[in-house]
């Protein structure tokens, strides 16, 4: 089972921007199934899929973060990157990453999850 890290959050303005990282022991996209999604969790609110990428490219962003949030991979490094601009303070959350089966990236269907990394947005 691959493992997963999250890094790159912090706390920055409204309007900034940060890259977040999950780099994988292994190899992610072994096949055309095989997914990874960010997730985000706010306080006293549900986890939700923020963007979801496999082998070619983009397969989903949540409606709140298209147009600002930039999912990519580096097959390279076995890592996924989510370069997040022009935040919100509504962006604030713990974030997470996961992978598996499209589907199950989709349905946010994991038993597991890491401890995520951290992103607060000052207004």
């Known amino acids: 089972q691959v493992q997963l890290v999250e890094s790159g959050g912090g706390l920055v303005k409204a309007g900034e921007s940060l890259r977040l990282s999950c780099v994988a022991s292994g190899s992610i996209f072994t096949n055309r199934y095989m997914a990874l999604g960010w997730y985000r969790q706010a306080p006293g609110k549900r986890r939700e899929l923020v963007a979801a990428v496999n082998a070619n490219g983009p397969l989903k962003y949540g409606d709140s973060v298209q147009g600002r949030f930039t999912i990519s991979h580096d097959n390279a490094t076995n890592t996924v990157f989510l370069q997040m601009d022009s935040l919100k303070p509504e962006d604030t959350a713990v974030y997470y990453c996961?992978?598996?089966?499209?589907?199950?990236?989709?349905?946010?269907?994991?038993?597991?999850w890491g401890q995520g990394t951290q992103v607060t947005v000052s207004s």
């Open positions: 996961n992978a598996g089966k499209i589907l199950s990236v989709l349905q946010e269907d994991f038993d597991s």
